[in-house]
């Protein structure tokens, strides 16, 4: 079955009405383009189009039966089988191309999950889709332990989920850093009073990481590492970015080692493998899931320098936008930024940044000049030559993709 609804709420309830009923769920998102989305009609086999109806159907493109789900559960006459296996197929981003389909289970899925955890008084929020792997994530935490959910919508602002999820007093709520990023310079984030933030799905800095730390100084912040295909690795909770050598040997329930600089993972939170004719394997011989996200060790920490999908190379040397941005960010009026490669006839690339000020931080023509030239000193101060940008640009605004995570583009 394909779940393709526009409405949160919907999807959660038919997720959880067709796990152990259905031999597949594959989730998509209202968004997902119709060859997309024809794709993974076809490489799931899937037989039964479920919607709410808010979704235009007329862009599936096929003519199976759809089935409407409602916004609320009823009893039926369905026998639910303890012994069905559903698989849960979740799609990748495929901003490169067509997406890859990632076949989990719920036990897969659920493996980081304490159910005995205590949930008093606890309202889980988060910025994701719960068709997302770290949306999904915060909702099986929720409805596992008993805690209650509050779920963003699609047609809300990011001001008015903000204030809604203050409202009915979300203590532990999760997105990207970028999500953070742009919910800390938008007034309404003083109506949370979190007790716990997490962050995952992108690189956290430590600019972050202080940022939330000094906004909320009540609550816990962690950053956790996770992928879709690799699960759920491990979470970080001294306030600091990276994370101790130690945890590669230490993280529960977790087997991680480092090959040619990359993470690779292995535990029964990974994947089974992708759907579809002519696709890699998805784990190595051992078992292994590499995530494609590059570490650096420096003493007995390691930092994420970035993934090595997005790498820029500038005359034959490697430059990690994640780590640039790191260190633009640590400039007190900056909000947030994004580094990509721009052609050049010379070194084949060079280092551009656009730069995002907080809103106290919005200067004169004259200012911005003087601020450009900060922002290039501590750049040149922290990185090597090749790294440092070529220009800076001030933006108004940065877009995020749909994943929570920087639109990323290259000239």
Same mark, same amino acid.
């Given at each position: 079955m394909v779940v393709h609804t526009r409405d949160h709420f919907t999807a959660a309830l038919a997720l959880v009405e067709l796990d152990g009923v259905a031999r597949r769920l594959v989730l998509c998102l209202p968004e997902l383009p119709s060859d997309h989305l024809g794709f993974a009609i076809k490489s799931a086999d899937v037989d039964v189009i479920v919607s709410d109806g808010t979704t235009l159907e007329s862009n599936i493109p096929t003519d199976l039966p759809v089935v409407r789900c409602l916004s609320r559960i009823e009893p039926s006459g369905c026998h639910r089988d303890a012994e069905c296996r559903t698989e849960w197929i979740l799609l990748t981003s495929g901003t490169t191309g067509r997406p890859k389909l990632v076949v989990h289970t719920l036990a897969s899925l659920a493996g980081a999950v304490d159910c005995r955890a205590k949930t008093d008084g606890v309202v889980w929020s988060t910025f994701y889709d719960i068709r997302r792997y770290g949306g999904l994530q915060i909702f099986l935490r929720a409805i596992l332990t008993g805690a209650s959910l509050v779920l963003s919508s699609p047609r809300e602002s990011a001001a008015d989920f903000l204030v809604r999820a203050g409202?009915?007093?979300?203590?532990?709520?999760?997105?990207?850093?970028?999500?953070?990023?742009?919910?800390?310079?938008?007034?309404? &984030?003083?109506?949370?009073?979190?007790?716990?933030?997490?962050?995952?799905?992108?690189?956290?800095?430590?600019?972050?990481?202080?940022?939330?730390?000094?906004?909320?100084?009540?609550?816990?912040?962690?950053?956790?590492?996770?992928?879709?295909?690799?699960?759920?690795?491990?979470?970080?909770?001294?306030?600091?970015?990276?994370?101790?050598?130690?945890?590669?040997?230490?993280?529960?329930?977790?087997?991680?080692?480092?090959?040619?600089?990359?993470?690779?993972?292995?535990?029964? =939170?990974?994947?089974?493998?992708?759907?579809?004719?002519?696709?890699?394997?998805? =784990?190595?011989?051992?078992?292994?899931?590499?995530?494609?996200?590059?570490?650096?060790?420096?003493?007995?920490?390691?930092?994420?320098?970035?993934?090595?999908?997005?790498?820029?190379?500038?005359?034959?040397?490697?430059?990690?936008?994640?780590?640039?941005? &790191?260190?633009?960010?640590?400039?007190?009026?900056?909000?947030?930024?994004?580094?990509?490669?721009?052609?050049?006839? @010379?070194?084949?690339?060079? @280092?551009?940044?656009?730069?995002?000020?907080?809103?106290?931080?919005?200067?004169?023509?004259?200012?911005?000049?003087?601020?450009?030239?900060?922002?290039?000193?501590?750049?040149?101060?922290?990185?090597?030559?090749?790294?440092?940008?070529?220009?800076?640009?001030?933006?108004?605004?940065?877009?995020? &993709?749909?994943?929570?995570?920087?639109?990323?583009?290259?000239?």
């Open positions: 409202s009915y007093g979300v203590t532990h709520i999760s997105g990207t850093p970028s999500h953070w990023r742009k919910a800390l310079m938008n007034p309404s &984030a003083r109506m949370l009073e979190p007790r716990y933030v997490r962050l995952s799905g992108e690189i956290a800095d430590q600019a972050i990481l202080d940022s939330l730390r000094a906004f909320y100084p009540a609550a816990a912040i962690s950053h956790a590492f996770a992928s879709t295909e690799g699960g759920v690795a491990f979470e970080v909770t001294d306030g600091l970015e990276g994370f101790p050598e130690t945890v590669l040997r230490e993280a529960p329930n977790v087997e991680m080692k480092i090959e040619n600089e990359s993470l690779r993972i292995r535990s029964a =939170r990974t994947a089974e493998r992708y759907l579809g004719t002519r696709v890699q394997p998805l =784990r190595d011989p051992e078992g292994f899931v590499d995530t494609g996200d590059m570490l650096e060790l420096r003493g007995d920490r390691y930092y994420f320098a970035g993934r090595r999908d997005g790498v820029i190379n500038v005359g034959g040397l490697k430059v990690y936008p994640e780590e640039v941005e &790191a260190v633009i960010n640590r400039h007190p009026s900056v909000g947030m930024s994004l580094v990509r490669g721009r052609r050049s006839s @010379v070194t084949g690339a060079v @280092v551009v940044a656009e730069v995002v000020l907080k809103a106290d931080c919005e200067k004169n023509p004259g200012d911005k000049l003087n601020l450009q030239h900060e922002i290039l000193l501590v750049c040149r101060e922290a990185l090597p030559r090749h790294k440092v940008p070529a220009t800076i640009k001030f933006v108004p605004s940065l877009a995020v &993709a749909e994943t929570g995570k920087l639109l990323r583009t290259h000239e």
